[in-house]
C-alpha cells in the first residue's frame, strides 16, 4: 500500500497538470506557461526546480531587525495542517511530477518541516531516485535526524534558528541534529548547505557561536541570508547579511524568487 503524505495549501508547484495528465483550469502564479520555477536560494540558486510542500511544523519562527520590523517566517500559512492541506498517496505524487517534469532536473521538499513526515518522505524519496533519477533537496530546520536517506538526497539544505527567532512553537531553542547531517555530508551520502537567516549585525556573533558546537563542516557549506518576506523587507537586511558572509569567509544567498515575483506563493 502506498504511503501518505500531508502537503500545504500550494502543494506541488508550479504546475499544469493533473495526476491524470489533465491541464489545471487556472492560471500559474508565475505567469509562465509551463510547469516548474526556479530555486531562489542556496547552493542550487537558479536551477530550474519543481517544488513539493509539506504541512506542519515544530518551530513557527519570526525575526525582528534592528530597526524593530518584525519578518514572519515566509511560508507560515505552511506550518499547521488546516483544512487547505491535501492528502495524497505518494503514487499519486509520482505521477504529477511525471505529468509535470519537463526538462527539469531538481525536485525541492520544503515546508513546514518535511521531516515530521519521515517514513513517507523517504519513500517518496526513492521513488523519485528509482523513477526520474532527479536531483532532490530536502528544505529542513534540521530538528529530526536525518538517517533513512542515505544515499537518497543530494541536498539537504539545513536552517537551524539562532536565538534571534522567536520560537512561537515552544519558546525555547530547539535540540539539533546538525551533528549529524555534517556527518553524513563528509560520509559522502549527500551535499550540505547550513543557512542563516540574518535581521541584525550581532547576527555574526551568533552563527559563530552555533558553529562552535559542531565539526567537520566546510566553510563553503555555511550560506548566510537575509531574513524578509518582500523587497522592502530584503533591503533593509541584504547588506547586513552581505557583510557578515564577506567578513566570515561564508557565502551569500540572496532569495531570488522574491526578486522575481514578490511575495507571491506557489511561485
Known amino acids: 500500500m502506498s504511503k501518505k503524505l500531508i502537503l500545504s ?3 506541488i508547484f508550479p504546475i499544469i497538470k493533473d495526476a491524470n495528465g489533465e491541464f489545471i483550469k487556472r492560471d500559474l502564479k508565475t505567469n509562465l506557461t509551463t510547469a516548474g520555477t526556479v530555486q531562489g536560494e542556496g547552493k542550487y540558486i537558479g536551477e530550474p526546480s519543481l517544488f513539493i510542500r509539506l504541512a506542519g511544523c515544530n518551530l513557527k519562527c519570526k525575526w525582528t531587525s534592528e530597526d524593530g520590523f518584525v519578518s514572519e517566517c515566509d511560508t507560515a500559512y505552511a506550518n ?7 492528502c495524497l498517496e505518494v503514487e499519486d505524487i509520482i505521477k504529477i511530477i511525471k505529468n509535470n517534469i519537463g526538462s527539469i532536473k531538481h525536485i525541492v521538499i520544503t515546508g513546514g518541516e518535511p521531516l ?3 517514513e513517507a518522505l523517504i519513500d517518496l524519496c526513492y521513488q523519485i531516485k528509482k523513477q526520474f533519477n532527479l536531483i532532490i533537496t530536502i528544505e529542513s530546520n534540521s530538528s529530526i535526524s536525518p538517517k533513512g536517506f542515505e544515499g537518497l538526497v ?14 512561537r512553537a515552544s519558546g525555547n531553542t530547539p535540540e539539533y541534529c546538525v551533528q ?11 551535499d550540505l548547505q547550513i543557512k542563516f537567516v540574518v535581521s541584525k549585525t550581532s547576527d555574526d556573533n ?8 559542531y565539526t567537520s563542516y566546510k566553510q563553503s557549506d555555511i550560506m548566510v541570508m537575509p531574513a524578509g518576506t518582500n523587497m522592502e523587507q530584503l533591503n533593509k537586511t541584504s547588506k547586513i547579511a552581505l557583510e557578515i ?23
Do not use: C
Not at 180 to 190: P, Q, V
Open 9 to 11: 495549501s500550494d502543494g
Open 80 to 86: 499547521e495542517e488546516t483544512e487547505n492541506n491535501t
Open 116 to 118: 515530521l513526515q519521515k
Open 154 to 167: 543530494d541536498l539537504f539544505s539545513i536552517s537551524p534558528k539562532l536565538n534571534n527567532a522567536v520560537l
Open 180 to 190: 549529524e547531517y555534517i556527518d553524513m555530508a563528509r560520509n559522502g551520502d549527500t
Open 206 to 213: 551568533l552563527i559563530k557561536a552555533f558553529l562552535s558546537d
Open 245 to 267: 558572509s564577506i567578513k566570515n569567509g561564508w557565502r551569500f544567498t540572496h532569495r531570488l524568487h522574491i526578486i522575481l515575483f514578490g511575495d507571491e506563493r506557489a511561485v
